[in-house]
């Protein structure tokens, strides 16, 4: 097979190790037939004593090919990068250290393929990393195989960028790279089957030299828009979504093992690079390090190869309000609070969430208790509820008093669950142990009615007599016994008809619906807590929430008593208000000060009268 028929057709292949694919070429000065053209130009990047510095196709070797192809055969060139040496005390060189880039995308007459593990036209790279074209194949790793195929007659070309990977710690000194090309024919009229290796084999070295010129370059600088700081109250950073808490409570057992909170640090460059500048970390309270690493007080932590570190906050034994603060040279980060507290109760208040319980389990009570230095205590099991009276309330035989269960970050405190035995009032104590013997810290008793009579009647209701135009307002549904008195949270099977609650207005956008009021059958009625229910209520009730029409006038709601009442419940219900609207009432003040103002010109002209004749009888 001839020289001239060999390279008829010439494609441009270059291999590197990690997967990545070069699939791009340029034309470039026409080469002699049956050669290719090979010029290299050696890398530079300067880093920071970290090691680190921007590394892409501005810091690379690079290798420009070019060949000439006659019409009629299709030819490949194929090129591979190996690592070759490094310099003394860097880490491991290896093809994981490499990163390609193509650096031109044009050609005069080819067309650009790419196989990897796939198949062309008498090309194919299987997944061990064997290149075959024809009947001959080569080792090319685990790299990808980029292919030009050539139209017609013309002059092809292809710049190629080699840069050591961005996260991989580098040494002052030379990391050199050597190349390898090899390539490939088709005889003239022949198959691509029939496909052979040319002797016109090729090698040589590229470099990159690193040096520490850059230190204090811009290039290595954090930048405060793109590096975060995120805090989690937890030992460990979860996966997943987390969102920043600039504020965590933990207990302050000493550990030096088990974090109170971690924050997440990553360093980026305005350009979105990794950067790594080195972190200083102060706690005033507990102590704070990178996780697993050194901790104290105030450390200075060496960012790691990725610019992502985990710094822990441990607790020291001291209770209160810690605040931490991180900051690079570049980058301060909002400081962030995470706030001790003692195991040991000073203080405990009692509020009362439900005055009145049946006899099933009401959260009645919400128990706060505080350390010396006014935190709130957070740890399971800290409160306990007693009874004076366990034939109404039963919390347990004396001296024992019953749990009040975990802390409620919703609430603020202990929600303390009773259950009512029999009808009556029981004063609730809540203390800081199981037992009253034990305990050193108690709360001012508070007292809950146990009524766990049957429903007899239901009241419907306006929170408020008069609203303004658009105001909110809340619809209540409130149950009585036969005496007219509250009973505890229940579901009031069939209240009302099936009818449900009407209005003879319609209400205003983000109102529970009117198919929805008209459906309230059976309510389930308990206690409500403003911040939680947006209404309160120590007594059960339902509630449904509604906007008022913006044209005044008089609001009604009605409801009829349904079959889960007694036959003296099962009656017409209603409830109205009145919405003020802003133009009429404007018209009142006017007239009303119109009124007010005639009164007074008629007081006047009185009283001037009166001055004239006692005028006329002084003359006289």
Not at 45 to 72: E, K, M, P, Q, W
Not at 132 to 153: E, I, K, Q, W, Y
Not at 373 to 379: A, D, E, K, M, V
Request: proline letters at 2%.
């Amino acid at each position: 097979m001839s020289t001239t028929t060999n390279f008829k057709r010439i494609a441009l292949v270059a291999v590197a190790a990690l997967g990545l694919s070069i699939v791009s070429v340029v034309p470039s000065n026409a080469a002699v037939v049956g050669a290719v053209a090979v010029t290299t130009v050696n890398g530079a990047i300067d880093v920071n004593s970290a090691g680190y510095a921007r590394s892409d196709s501005t810091t690379a070797a690079t290798i420009n090919l070019s060949a000439f192809t006659n019409a009629g055969t299709i030819d490949t060139i194929l090129v591979k990068f190996t690592p070759g040496t490094f310099p003394t005390g860097s880490a491991t060189f290896d093809t994981r250290s490499l990163r390609i880039v193509a650096l031109d995308t044009a050609s005069a007459t080819g067309v650009v393929t790419t196989l990897k593990g796939n198949s062309g036209t008498g090309q194919t790279v299987d997944v061990t990393g064997t290149y075959t074209h024809g009947s001959d194949s080569a080792s090319v790793g685990n790299g990808g195989v980029g292919l030009l195929t050539n139209a017609g007659v013309g002059t092809l070309g292809g710049k190629f960028g080699v840069f050591l990977d961005s996260a991989m710690v580098k040494t002052a000194g030379t990391y050199t790279i050597d190349y390898s090309i090899q390539v490939y024919g088709v005889g003239n009229g022949g198959s691509a089957a029939t496909g052979e290796r040319l002797d016109l084999a090729k090698s040589g070295t590229m470099s990159i030299v690193v040096t520490t010129a850059g230190t204090t370059t811009g290039t290595v600088v954090g930048a405060a828009a793109t590096s975060s700081a995120v805090m989690y109250g937890g030992a460990t950073f979860p996966t997943g979504t987390v969102i920043d808490s600039t504020t965590v409570t933990a207990v302050n057992t000493p550990s030096t093992s088990t974090a109170a909170a971690v924050i997440r640090v990553t360093q980026l460059t305005a350009a979105g690079l990794v950067a790594r500048e080195s972190i200083t970390a102060t706690s005033t309270i507990g102590n704070i390090g990178l996780c697993g690493g050194t901790i104290g007080k105030s450390v200075i932590i060496q960012a790691t190869s990725d610019g992502v570190d985990d710094v822990c906050i441990y607790p020291d034994g001291t209770a209160g309000a810690s605040a931490v603060t991180l900051k690079t040279a570049s980058v301060t980060f909002a400081n962030r609070t995470v706030t001790f507290y003692g195991t040991t109760a000073a203080t405990i208040t009692a509020t009362v969430l439900a005055t009145t319980i049946g006899s099933s389990s009401v959260n009645a009570i919400l128990a706060v208790a505080k350390d010396s230095l006014g935190t709130n205590i957070r740890s399971a099991d800290a409160v306990y509820a007693y009874s004076d009276a366990v034939t109404i309330i039963n919390t347990g035989t004396a001296p024992a008093g019953t749990s009040c269960g975990s802390y409620s970050s919703t609430y603020g405190g202990y929600l303390c669950p009773l259950t009512g035995s029999n009808n009556g009032t029981a004063n609730i104590t809540i203390r800081n142990a199981s037992t009253s013997t034990l305990a050193t810290v108690s709360s001012t008793a508070v007292a809950i009615k146990v009524n766990t009579a049957a429903v007899a009647s239901v009241k419907l209701e306006f929170d408020k007599a008069s609203y303004a135009p658009g105001e909110a307002a809340w619809i209540i549904v409130r149950p009585l016994d036969a005496t007219g008195a509250a009973v505890g949270a229940t579901t009031v099977t069939n209240a009302l008809t099936t009818a449900g609650i009407t209005s003879t207005v319609a209400f205003g956008n983000g109102s529970t619906a009117s198919e929805t009021l008209a459906a309230v059958l059976s309510p389930a009625v308990s206690s409500k807590v403003a911040a939680i229910d947006g209404y309160a209520s120590a007594t059960a009730i339902a509630i449904y929430r509604v906007y008022m029409p913006a044209a005044g006038g008089t609001v009604k709601i009605e409801a009829t008593g349904g079959t889960g009442l007694p036959s003296a419940g099962r009656v017409a219900l209603s409830a109205t208000a009145t919405v003020t609207d802003n133009g009429a009432a404007a018209l009142a003040a006017v007239t009303a000060l119109a009124t007010t103002v005639a009164s007074l010109k008629t007081l006047i002209t009185t009283l001037t009268n009166l001055v004239l004749k006692i005028q006329k009888k002084v003359k006289a």
